[in-house]
């Protein structure tokens, strides 16, 4: 698989293709079993992050397409496909609450920073 670095992702893919906007943090490609679906990975602490070592492009963590009829699930490490054992339907649902978990105590976190910093600047009143 290659890369490109772009700013808009273009309308029409090429099937070996990852394209990597990091203006609008978004990793988009076709499925890797051929199914032609667009998969889209959205970079952000709670989602996917990208390394580029100067050649290659890993995406972490695997991409699990379980919303599509394909199921596939797949690593893209230093622009190789690392095709992964096929979920369950259980395993699918606790991979979905350990996501639903990380995204709220991250936000949660933020929230309560922010809350101190206010609480700070207002001597423990907030606005």
Known sequence: MQHKFV???????????????????S???????GCGEEIVTPLSPTDWKITFNGETVSLHPSVGNWSLPC????????????????????????????????????????????QRILGWLFGGRTP
Request: with cysteine; glycine share 4%; hydrophobic share 30%.
């Open 7 to 25: 700013e808009f992702i273009p309308d029409e893919l090429a099937s070996d293709t990852l394209y990597i906007s990091l203006d609008y943090g």
């Open 27 to 33: 990793v988009v490609h076709k499925c890797c079993c």
């Open 71 to 114: 199921q596939s699930h797949y690593l893209i490490k230093e622009n190789q496909i690392v095709w992964c054992g096929k979920w369950s339907e259980t395993q699918i649902q606790s991979g979905r609450k350990v996501d639903s978990a990380i995204k709220q105590q991250f936000f949660n976190q933020r929230q309560s920073k922010w």
